[in-house]
């Protein structure tokens, strides 16, 4: 069973500073969810990864397959980033089983 | 608005009933997952379809079944409700087996 853990669990900062939350996994995955949920409950797809880097806007998602690691960086922070931040695999099991381990996520608060 | 959508958006029942969750996915995604967000359990995977057949089995409970109909909307049954089963239910779609999730607004489910 894959053991998704994030750090920080809570992220406080200021508007501008440079966030960097963190995701290990215990076991081999196929890919990498990182997921927004605001305030009122809705999930976002932030990024899928499976190697690499991705990039949109200000948000950056890196992985280390070899270090079963992966960061998710947001860049010049605003308030309105301030959600939950969740990262999730899916295992690379081969049985067709694409449900997702989620972490246990990070509650980001950016203030002005 | 990720395409996905969900009915209802809040039930609220009591112990011992039953109660259908609806999901209808993006326009031409063939796999459906439903997910449970809980306080103490926080995100963690059900059940997930593949143009119309159950394809994996999360920490689904016995007394919840699920299912895909032809046109690809599923429905969560939810019978002998009991107060642990106040949750958000949120369905996702996802076009093939490795193709990124998009989540429906979720079903805020209370268990009088």
Known sequence: KNEVEQSPQNLTAQEGEFITINCS???????????????????????MLSSGKKKHGRLIATINIQEKHSSLHITASHPRDSAVYICAVKGDLGGGADGLTFGKGTHLIIQP | DSGVTQTPKHLITATGQRVTLRCSPRSGDLSVYWYQQSLDQGLQFLIQYYNGEERAKGNILERFSAQQFPDLHSELNLSSLELGDSALYFCASSLGRSDTQYFGPGTRLTVL
């Open chain 1, 25 to 47: 996994y215990s076991v081999g995955i196929s890919a990498l969810h990182w997921l927004q949920q605001h305030p009122g409950g809705g999930i976002v797809s932030l990024f």
